[in-house]
């Protein structure tokens, strides 16, 4: 009994060594901080910074920061960063590049230009650490973007704005330590520059085109190795962040640019996205969180006067700089004040970049120990405070969004149903797919699958067989947050069959695989399809995706004249969009001005920045001339119409066939509207 006890109170010794009993308290952080928290209305972020607080060196030293913690919490920030790069909107970014560029500009020199003065003249530092705290100033890290992450807004232009600044302002703070420390040890020479300049150049080539080409290899090959795609993603993250660190930068900066390079090969709403995110947030992200607030020493505080005046000012002027630079963005770009605060709650927070600057002036003997321990709680106060700013801001965009969406939407996104029949299993995997990417997520209601039984003796057995055969396909749709549900129904035909499932459920869109028989043209526009489309009046889409859908470049939109009278035009307009979104890829629009007008309307009024570029086309009779210049990963979309509706006439009809003679192994796809 002395025994057990004694081994007991080894095991509970502080600070605590056993790595497993170190774990399950970590755990239990991460499961009830945010809980306890969220009853009193603190974002859950801060229950973490202050647990680790608690539990830090500095409090009741129950953790201590060792190896295992560092591990983890580098695990937590280089995920963080990722995820932002891998989220990143590349069509809103693009558009807005050179809003990005200017807030950049302004959150990495307006905080430097007060910054400096201050600290060289009001608290009396040298010109270097003066330059270096200053520098401190302009840097920040993501660490409120899972709020941003987890309300659905990573996509919004404030985001993407920040973001894109983030990467910009931390990358030039760094470039500048790098600066001053060869500086301050005599070493700017032009083999410095050569060497800075060769490592960035060969790193981002490496990035940007060796990475991708070996991540759509891998997808491609190993295509039903789901589990593997996700190691594959973590292993180019990390050794994308010790290849930043060998072309002199930081880790986090690799991170980041792994999520670029992988950002259209990951759509949004894929069970691999789902997967990177859920391990992420409920694990990695909120280890680097705990492991921030370990790193606070409140006792700074009761260590003088000089400490007190050292760390309000260097909060102030921290928080103050930030602050005039997300105004004066808003002020240029126009805004909305939601947008504002969601600009500075994401740029505000100082942690990772800013303590990696300190330490290293610290660690240089450019800094002292009251700039390092006045830099501590300004981590704490920057964190909460922008905490605060973007569960608060993010909250308010999202009223106001819903309000505008309400006046907007033409249909009912909230009660969306998606119908996929399934005639046979070939292809089905990519059918499904388009389906998760497209669903809207506002819609509680599952992707219903159906399958139509022939009304015979074994109709029963047949149901069970075929049910057993898409199990799969629903465990890989719920792996990506998307519920689905197997339909079975007996009927003489399948037109028959789909149709009466369609007016069941009510589906608004119902997605149909392409033909797998001869005779397409027999196929599409004879009795099955032509029953579908007259008894049923929802938008049908008929799809063929010969290659995963990440690997695709490019949506060749093909929309005859009038197009944009039809009830359904916003409908599948809207999808087509958000597969444009969700793959990161152009679309190619031929069609009429008043159609192009149109869509420009739609994107305006919805807010949807799409990749467009167009083309005049009206030219039916010579529509082939449209495929010469089509390349083996576009998607051929033609939007076509029933007969008697106002955008059609007699050569839709035939444009089917002659699409399936010319590009058997093409994706393409058919869209009849509402």
């Given amino acids: 009994m002395d025994t057990i006890i004694n081994q007991l109170i080894e095991e509970f010794q502080l600070p605590l060594h056993n790595p497993v009993l170190i774990f399950s308290l970590i755990l239990f952080i991460i499961l009830l901080a945010p809980i306890v928290l969220h009853r009193i209305r603190i974002p859950g972020i801060i229950g973490l910074i202050v647990s680790g607080i608690i539990i830090g060196p500095a409090g009741l030293n129950i953790l201590e920061k060792s190896l295992f913690v560092d591990v983890f919490s580098t ?71 899972p709020i941003v992450s987890k309300l659905g807004l990573s996509k919004n232009i404030a985001v993407a704005v920040t973001v894109g600044g983030t990467i910009l302002t931390d990358t030039a703070v760094l470039v500048l330590l790098a600066v001053i420390l060869g500086s301050h040890q005599g070493g700017l020479t032009i083999d410095f520059w050569m060497r800075l300049g060769i490592s960035l150049v060969l790193f981002s080539a490496f990035m940007f085109l060796v990475i991708p080409k070996i991540a759509k290899w891998f997808f491609r090959k190993l295509e039903s190795e789901k589990h ?9 993250v990390f050794f994308s962040a010790f290849l930043a660190e060998l072309a002199g930068l930081e880790s986090i900066i690799g991170a980041f640019v792994a999520g670029l390079a992988l950002n259209k090969l990951i759509p949004h709403s894929s069970a ?23 790193i606070v020493d409140v006792s700074v505080i009761l260590s003088g006067p000089m400490a007190l005046i050292i760390a309000g000012t260097l909060t102030f002027v921290a928080i ?27 740029s505000s927070a100082h942690a990772a970049a800013t303590l990696a600057v300190i330490l290293v002036g610290y660690k240089a003997g450019i800094l002292d120990a009251n700039i390092l ?7 704490l106060v920057t964190c909460v405070i922008a905490s605060f700013a973007t569960e608060s801001a993010a909250k308010l965009i999202i009223r106001n969004v819903d309000d505008e969406e309400s006046l907007h939407l033409s249909y009912r996104a909230n009660k969306e149903n998606i119908l996929i029949p399934i005639a046979n299993l070939v292809n089905i995997d990519k059918v499904l797919d388009f389906a998760v990417l497209i669903k809207e997520k506002k819609s509680n209601n599952p992707l219903s699958i159906l399958t139509v039984v022939p009304n015979t003796k074994e109709a029963e057995k ?15 749709a719920t792996a990506s947050d998307t519920n689905a549900t197997i339909m079975a129904t007996i009927d003489f035909n399948a037109a028959s069959g789909i149709s009466r499932a369609a007016k069941e459920i009510m589906a608004d869109i119902i997605l149909l695989g392409w033909p797998q028989k001869t005779g397409f043209l027999e196929k599409l526009i004879g009795d099955k399809m032509e029953s579908i489309l007259q008894n049923t009046e929802k938008t049908l889409f008929i799809c063929d995706f010969q290659i ?29 969009a958000k597969l444009s979104i969700e793959l990161s890829v152009p679309i190619e629009l031929h069609s009429t001005a008043e159609t192009h007008q149109a869509i420009l309307k739609f994107s305006k009024e919805h807010k949807v920045t799409l990749n467009l570029n167009y083309s005049h086309f009206n030219d039916w ?45 093409m994706s393409k796809m058919v869209i009849y509207p509402q």
């Fill in 272 to 294: 691999l996205m789902n997967r990177i995110g859920f391990i992420g947030n409920s694990l990695f992200i909120p280890f680097f969180l705990i492991s921030v607030g370990m």
């Fill in 621 to 665: 009779d010579h529509f082939m001339k449209l495929t010469e210049n089509i390349g083996d990963t576009d998607i051929i979309i033609l939007v076509s119409s029933r007969r008697g509706y106002i955008s059609h006439f007699g050569q839709l009809d035939k444009i089917p066939q002659r699409l399936e003679r010319s590009f058997p192994h």
């Fill in 548 to 576: 995963p859908l990440v690997n695709h470049k490019k949506l060749i939109l093909i929309i005859p004249p009038n197009a944009e009278f039809e009830e359904g035009f916003a409908i599948w307009l809207h999808k087509i």
């Fill in 75 to 145: 695990i937590g920030l280089l995920y963080i960063m990722f995820i932002a790069g891998l989220e990143l909107d590349l069509n809103e970014f693009k558009a807005n590049r050179n809003k990005s560029l200017l807030f950049g500009f302004l959150t990495f020199t307006i905080p430097i230009s007060i910054g400096f003065p201050v600290c060289y003249y009001i608290l009396g530092f040298d010109f270097n650490a003066s330059l270096l705290t200053s520098s401190m100033f302009a840097t920040h890290t993501l660490v409120t973007y």
């Fill in 373 to 379: 321990n006045g830099t501590v709680i300004l981590i």
């Fill in 462 to 476: 047949t149901i069970i067989k075929a049910k057993e055969g898409l199990e799969n396909y629903i465990n890989e």
């Fill in 228 to 236: 593997s795609h996700y190691i594959f993603v973590l292993s180019v």
């Fill in 320 to 346: 103050f700089g930030k602050w005039m630079a997300a105004w004066i963005t808003q002020i240029i770009f126009r805004f909305s004040r939601g947008q504002r605060k969601l600009i500075f709650g994401l």
